[in-house]
């Protein structure tokens, strides 16, 4: 018999799989390789995630805001 809590578990966590995969193919810079980081993402669940994320945050740019918003990021630093 399975636990009530197990059915929303699986779900919370394939949504954290989805979102992430969602955000790295948005963020990613060359979009030939968009759709195989969020692949990798969902594939390789945080083992993937985790070190992509670290070797981003090493990076040329070092502000939190680059790392987010990726391709996106006006390197002019005027807000919105």
Same mark, same amino acid.
């Given at each position: 018999m399975s636990h009530p809590w197990r059915g929303q578990f699986n779900?919370?966590?394939l949504a954290h799989l989805v979102m992430m995969a969602v955000w790295l193919w948005w963020t990613t810079k060359n979009?030939?390789?968009a759709p195989l980081t969020g692949v990798?993402?969902?594939m390789g669940g945080?083992?993937? %995630?985790?070190?992509? #994320? +670290?070797?981003?945050?090493?990076?040329?740019?070092? %502000?939190?805001r680059h #790392? +987010?918003?990726g391709r996106h990021h006006d390197s002019s630093g005027a807000s919105s």
């Amino acid at each position: 018999m399975s636990h009530p809590w197990r059915g929303q578990f699986n779900i919370d966590f394939l949504a954290h799989l989805v979102m992430m995969a969602v955000w790295l193919w948005w963020t990613t810079k060359n979009r030939a390789l968009a759709p195989l980081t969020g692949v990798f993402a969902i594939m390789g669940g945080a083992l993937f %995630s985790f070190a992509y #994320l +670290l070797v981003r945050s090493f990076g040329g740019d070092q %502000s939190v805001r680059h #790392l +987010l918003l990726g391709r996106h990021h006006d390197s002019s630093g005027a807000s919105s």
